[in-house]
């Protein structure tokens, strides 16, 4: 497949917007710039059921690739407990609704902004 470059904002906002597609609840988008060299960005949401966590993870990884991006890794779809993709510049966290509040991620990252989602 030919791989081509998605700038970082844009890869947020489809991201953003697969997951609300899929009824992601929460959804928060954290600035990593200047804080980590990891990624650009972190979306971080959660699902109420096993089923939605795999859905919300499934329609941004098709989303994703459709637009040339190269998944570097998904961890976690067969437990859907915590699901992680990288997608390079923009790391997405999908919690189970339980996990999300156990791990609290926004507190880890509380020196990043709070990016605006529309």
């Not at 953003?16 to 600035?31: E, P, Y």
């Not at 779809?77 to 999300?100: K, P, Q, T």
Request: aromatic content about 6%.
């Amino acid at each position: 497949m030919n791989q081509k470059f998605i700038e970082p904002k844009k890869l947020l906002d489809l991201v953003v917007s697969s997951a609300q597609g899929k009824k992601a609840m929460n959804v928060v988008a954290l600035d990593l710039k200047g804080i980590s060299l990891v990624a650009d960005y972190f979306v971080i949401c959660h699902g109420n059921s096993d089923v939605q966590v795999q859905a919300i993870a499934t329609d941004i990884r098709k989303e994703a690739m459709s637009a040339g991006t190269t998944i570097r890794g998904i961890e976690g779809m067969d437990s859907a407990r915590w699901v992680l993709m990288d997608l390079g510049d923009v790391i997405v966290h999908i919690f189970h609704r339980d996990e999300r509040e156990f791990y609290n991620i926004e507190k880890l990252w509380s020196d990043a902004k709070v990016v605006e989602i529309v």
